[in-house]
Every structure is written in structure tokens, then in C-alpha cells.
């Protein structure tokens, strides 16, 4: 018989092998080769039978060892409820405010041995002991009352003051924070929110970063090379501060009080403020080192857009300087085949070339972001700019569809930026309203290289800047007129060539009922462009003065657009920064016609312009209740104009969001109505000069 059938013979088979561990071995058995070595019998796991040859022992018993293991369960329990009881009173005082948890306190972050290794689960601040995980605050996981400073340790800078937010944004899941997170940056779940309020509402957003490739870097640990630098991370943190009330409230520039073009606000230390400050410090560490010189550049062009929101002109003007200065030496301003001849260059970047057509146009529209807020800001004030045209040579951007899809663009069919005449002809393969945004920011460039090197150029004999004399109209005694000076004429004619020029799909800022804000602040740049050309040679006291004529009618042109953005439900707080001033720069045109009109005692047109003078104010209101730079340029405004200003008109907005006015807004579009067409523009303008408009 065999040794497998012995079992079937046995009274208790509580030590027989099981049916499937049987066949096996006899399958085995059956074909086994030559030589094989098999155990006799069946390898299998016995029921344990109380036998007189094995009694059983009480460890051995299932039963026991439940019972051992729930008494072990009590004694541990008894412990942590003595310890619990003997720290709970006096070391952990109930919190007033926000609910704490071990997990979301800096020192239990801190405690996560630094040494771990990145992308490890040692690397996650998990709780160590039973202690924290069955802590009481370890369950409340629904609070939705958050200091936004308790992830960096500066909870101290606003005692008492949190800030509620939405349950999704600092839910459970967002207990876990990497050991190595940067220090003074908000927590992750925050950090996203931030950046998707960043992408969702700055018009350059999708511009400066690839938004696909940015959003998915925030995946990574933080020590990971793709993953965003923290410089570029507070910097965000800070221009996404005005979208959001997650960071904490607002600064509201009406509470400061204005004290010049140039004060600075004692602005409070916010959250926005802060973030501020650990960029500018940060990105001087990774500069000094020489480390991810892009980054650091794109964080000066964030800087930038954050100093300008908040009219902070210092900062603003040498961050901006400051930027254009990093990007010369990764070559950002020119492209291949320009170079410099001098020998001992073999290279115009310090940095290895782009891997991707996507980090090349990253580059790219980096540059150009930072040039333009230089072009932009500029043109309010008299100093130089960063950088000469001269020294550029780059090629215009590509089209958003390009940009995000990363196809590649033949440089043999892109537009250079020092070809003059690429300002006026768009290819429509290659163009869009951010093409012609950074074009119309040439222009700027443009005025304000000849405003500024006019009388150098015309002292150092350069006939282009030397005016014609034109003897039947002018005296020997009179001063030569700058406008027949043949560099004046070029330019006034570029600017009524451009107008002029756009394609056919971008000749609305509102098509299809949205608002294309590059294409809106580019319409804007094309009136603005001739007020600052024209505006110090205009003179409404003489007749038949064609600048004051073109300044009047460019004013007349922004109120239209002002009136076009405002007839739409658009949140005018998310325009270009650049919009304000261009429509201060009509506001002032509007009230140095009012001033003349004053003077002529026509009645009619004293009460248009003010209207319209009214309107300017009130749209810079309603921009400065998001952004403080438009307040600052409504105070300006009131403040150049003082005579024929009053007071304010906007004080308070009502409940559907309008700001209330003394004047109805029927009666001020009425106004712009009767005051739209070029001709009465010219017989209001014969008017206040006491001439007859009929031949």
C-alpha cells in the first residue's frame, strides 16, 4: 500500500495532509525523472490535535493568544491615557482661534530626520507613535479655519488673525508636506491654489510659463530638478494675493493717504508683502550661485508686475532694469545668426541651449515680458530705459496655439524685431493679439527714445533730428518747430500706419462677446502712443494747432474703449497694468481741455469734457478696488487738475458693483455720443480758439 493511503486508515485526520497537498505529491511520485529526490511524504500544515504523545500548551492555544494580545492592547492604552492626562492641562492649552494638529505644526515638520531620502516615504512627515495617531486633533479633519502662516513658522507676524477658505483647499489629504519643503513658502495645497488663481487670472500668466508643464512640475518633492524654484513660487504668491482672499485680506489703497508721484505707501506687512520679500531675498541666493538664471529672471518680470500693481515706482524701476540686466548675459535678447565679432566671446549665453521648442519660447516671452513693463512704466517718467533697441535682435513670439502645443516655428519665417517695417506687417500664420501687444510696446520705445535724445541728437548736427525752417510761416526770431524735423514725421506717420494695420481677425478686442485684454491694451498703446508724441508740442491757445487736435481725438478714442470694457460684464481689476495709465494720460488731456473751455466760457463743452473727465475717474475707481495702482493714478489725476477736478466722484459702490457717481451714466455716454466723431472734435477745438468754423 501506499504511504499516502495510510492516512485514509486513521480515526482522527487531523494530522492527514490535504487532498490537493496528496495529489500533488503523487503526481510528483508518478512522473518524477531518474535520480529525483522527493520527500516521502506530503509537505503540509497540520490542525494541531491534542494528543497524549503532544499535549498542548496554554501559548499554544489561538484563544490564548487573543487573550494576550487584548490585554497587551489594554496596558497600552492604560499608558497613553495616563500620559494624556498628565501633559493635556498644563503643556497643551486649547487653541482660540485655528484647530492645531501635531502634523500641522512647523516643529512636527522640522522633526522629519533631513538626511531622509528624496521621493522616499521617509521623506513625509507621517506621525511616529500611536500618541499622534490617535490624538483628537488628529481627526478633525474638517476644519476650515487656517492661519495661512502656520506652514513656514511666522504664524507671529498676525496674532490671532486667520482666514477661512474653502474646505478642498487645506482638506486631510494635505496633512503630509515633505520634510525638505522650502522654508517661509505657504503649504503646497496653498501654493496650488495661488498658481491656478495666477493662470486663471493675469493676462501674461500663460505667457511667462507654460501652464501644462508648470502645473505638472508642482507634482514633484521640491528637490526635484523640474520642480519650480521658491523664488518664483513667493513671487506668484504675491501677484495671485489680489485675486484670492485665501492669503489673507487685501490692502486697500484708499486707506493711505496720497503724498506725491513718487511717495511710497507705509503699505502693511500682508501676506502679498511677505512673499514680496522672501522673493527678492531668495532669488539673490540662486543669482549669486549662478543657479536657474532663468527662473531668476522670470521671478524680476513677477517682481515687477507685483511693485507696479502696488505703484511702487523704486522698486519697480530697478527690478525691472534688473531683469533686463540677467537676461544680456543668457542671451536672451538676441538669437542665432547675431553674435558679437568680438573674439574672445565665444558665446553671447552663459547658459546651455534650450532643450525643447517649448523651453526656447519660454525664454523668449520672458524677454519680451520684461521689456515690456520697462517700455511701459517708462513712459510715465523721464528716466532712460534698461536696455537699447539697439541692442536687441530677437524674433517676435508665436501664437498661443504654437506656444502651447510646442510646435516648432522656422526662424526663415518669423518677424525680427529690429526690422522696422515688421511693426506694421503681420503674418497671420505666426501672429496674434500678444504679437501685436509686444509690438505696440516698441512704439513706446520709439517715443521715448526721440523725446528723450532729441536735443542730443539735434546738438550733435544729426539731420534726422534737425527741424525744417519754413520761412513764409515762421520768423527769424522764432523757435524752429520740432514736429517738421524729418525723425518726428517718421514716427507720427508709423503711428497712423499701425492703427491701420492690424488683420482682419484682430481689429475687436471683443469679438465673440469676450475681452482679449493683449488686444485691448494694444488699441490703448496705439492712442497713447500718439498723446505722448504730440502732447508737449500741443497748444490750445493757438489756432490751428494739429497736435492739440490729434491728443483730443486719441483721449476721445480711449474714453471709447473705456466705455466698451465697461458695457460688458468684464472685471476691469484684471486688465493690463498698463491700462491705467493710459487712462489717466486721457483724463489729463480732458482736463486741460476743460481748463480752455473754462476760459472760453463754452458752456456746452465745459460740461462734456467734464463728463468725460468724470468717467475717466470713475473707471480708475473701479480698477483701484482690485488694484492699488489705478487708485494712485485717480489721486493723481484729482491732484494735476485741481481747479476744474473737485472732489471725487466715486466714493462707494452699491450693491450690483457700479460705482455711484454724481452723474448718471446715461448722461455721460450721451455725453461721448455727441463728441465721437472727428469733426465736432475739430469745431469744439475752432471754438474755444475763437475762430469761425465756417470758410
Not at 15 to 23: A, E, F, I, L, M
Not at 69 to 85: D, M, V, Y
Not at 384 to 398: E, G, T, Y
Not at 657 to 663: D, E, F, L, Y
Amino acid at each position: 500500500m501506499h504511504d499516502s493511503d495510510l492516512y485514509l486508515h486513521k480515526k482522527c485526520d487531523a494530522r492527514r495532509p490535504c487532498s490537493t497537498c496528496v495529489r500533488s505529491h503523487k503526481h510528483a511520485c508518478d512522473h518524477a525523472q531518474p535520480g529525483a529526490n522527493l520527500p516521502e511524504r506530503p509537505e503540509c500544515t497540520f490542525d494541531e490535535v491534542a494528543t497524549t504523545e503532544t499535549p498542548s500548551t496554554p501559548s499554544d492555544s489561538p484563544k490564548n493568544r487573543f487573550e494576550r494580545l487584548e490585554t497587551r492592547i489594554k496596558e497600552l492604552e492604560a499608558l497613553l491615557s495616563q500620559k494624556e492626562q498628565a501633559t493635556s492641562p498644563d503643556a497643551n492649552p486649547p487653541s482660540s482661534s485655528a484647530p492645531s494638529s501635531i502634523q500641522n505644526s512647523p516643529a512636527s515638520i522640522q522633526s522629519v530626520p533631513s538626511n531622509s531620502r528624496p521621493g522616499s516615504a521617509s521623506t513625509m512627515s507621517f506621525p511616529s507613535d500611536l500618541e499622534s495617531l490617535l490624538s483628537p486633533s488628529h481627526l478633525d479633519v474638517n476644519a476650515q479655519t487656517v492661519n495661512p502662516y502656520f506652514w513656514n513658522g511666522n504664524s507671529h507676524l498676525i496674532e490671532g488673525a486667520s482666514v477661512r477658505v474653502n474646505a478642498p483647499l487645506l482638506s486631510s489629504s494635505t496633512d503630509v508636506i515633505w520634510s525638505h519643503w522650502p522654508v517661509n513658502l505657504p503649504h503646497p495645497e496653498l501654493i496650488r491654489h495661488l498658481v491656478e488663481m495666477f493662470f486663471l487670472f493675469h493676462p501674461h500668466a500663460s505667457r511667462l510659463f507654460h501652464r501644462g508643464t508648470f502645473i505638472a512640475s508642482l507634482s514633484y518633492p521640491p528637490d526635484h530638478p523640474d520642480y519650480p524654484i521658491a523664488p518664483v513660487l513667493h513671487a506668484i504668491c504675491a501677484v495671485s494675493a489680489i485675486y484670492t482672499a485665501a492669503g489673507g485680506p487685501r490692502t486697500n489703497a484708499a486707506d493711505f493717504s496720497y503724498e506725491g508721484h513718487f511717495a511710497q505707501p507705509d503699505l502693511p506687512d500682508t501676506f502679498a508683502e511677505q512673499q514680496a520679500t522672501h522673493a527678492k531675498e531668495t532669488v539673490e541666493k540662486y543669482l549669486n550661485k549662478g543657479q536657474h538664471l532663468v527662473q531668476c529672471v522670470q521671478t524680476y518680470v513677477l517682481m515687477t508686475w507685483y511693485y507696479w500693481c502696488h505703484s511702487k515706482w523704486v522698486e519697480l524701476f530697478t527690478c525691472s532694469g534688473q531683469s533686463l540686466r540677467v537676461a544680456i548675459p543668457l542671451g536672451l535678447n538676441i538669437c542665432p545668426p547675431f553674435r558679437s565679432l568680438h573674439g574672445s566671446s565665444p558665446t553671447m549665453s552663459i547658459i546651455p541651449p534650450p532643450r525643447t521648442p517649448i523651453e526656447d519660447e519660454i525664454r523668449r516671452n520672458t524677454f519680451w515680458l520684461a521689456y515690456a513693463v520697462d517700455r511701459q512704466h517708462g513712459s510715465g517718467t523721464g528716466w532712460a530705459l534698461s536696455l537699447d533697441d539697439d541692442d536687441i535682435a530677437q524674433v517676435f513670439p508665436v501664437t498661443m496655439e504654437q506656444f502651447e502645443l510646442g510646435i516648432p516655428v522656422n526662424y526663415n519665417v518669423r518677424q525680427w524685431c529690429h526690422v522696422r517695417e515688421a511693426v506694421l506687417f503681420h503674418p497671420p500664420d505666426i501672429t496674434d493679439s500678444f504679437t501685436l501687444y509686444i509690438k505696440s510696446t516698441m512704439l513706446l520705445s520709439f517715443i521715448k527714445n526721440f523725446n528723450n535724445r532729441y536735443k542730443i541728437k539735434s546738438n550733435l548736427g544729426d539731420t534726422r533730428f534737425l527741424p525744417v525752417r519754413n520761412f513764409a510761416t515762421q520768423g527769424y526770431g522764432d523757435q524752429p518747430d520740432i514736429r517738421s524735423s524729418p525723425a518726428f514725421l517718421e514716427l507720427d506717420q508709423l503711428l497712423v500706419s499701425f492703427r491701420s494695420s492690424f488683420p482682419s481677425n484682430l481689429k475687436d478686442p471683443f469679438r465673440n462677446g469676450l475681452v482679449d485684454t493683449h488686444l485691448y491694451t494694444t488699441f490703448l498703446t496705439a492712442h497713447v502712443s500718439i498723446i505722448l508724441l504730440h502732447e508737449s508740442h500741443a497748444s490750445v491757445d493757438r489756432a490751428n494747432c494739429t497736435s492739440a487736435a490729434k491728443i483730443l481725438e486719441s483721449a476721445r478714442a480711449i474714453l471709447e474703449l473705456i466705455y466698451a470694457v465697461w458695457s460688458t460684464n468684464y472685471d476691469i481689476g484684471l486688465l493690463d497694468y498698463f491700462c491705467p495709465f493710459c487712462w489717466y494720460l486721457a483724463g489729463q488731456c480732458f482736463g486741460r481741455f476743460l481748463r480752455a473751455a473754462q476760459d472760453a466760457a463754452c458752456v456746452q463743452q465745459i460740461d462734456t469734457l467734464r463728463a468725460e473727465l468724470d468717467f475717466v475717474r470713475m473707471a480708475l475707481s473701479k480698477m483701484a478696488e482690485r488694484v492699488p495702482l489705478s487708485y494712485r493714478y485717480h489721486r493723481m489725476l484729482d491732484a494735476c487738475i485741481p481747479e476744474v477736478g473737485g472732489p471725487a466722484v466715486v466714493r462707494s459702490s452699491p450693491a450690483d458693483g457700479r460705482p455711484a457717481s454724481a452723474v448718471t451714466d446715461q448722461q455721460l455716454l450721451a455725453g461721448a455720443t455727441q463728441t465721437s466723431a472727428y469733426q465736432p472734435d475739430m469745431a469744439y477745438f475752432l471754438k474755444i480758439n475763437n475762430l469761425d468754423p465756417q470758410p
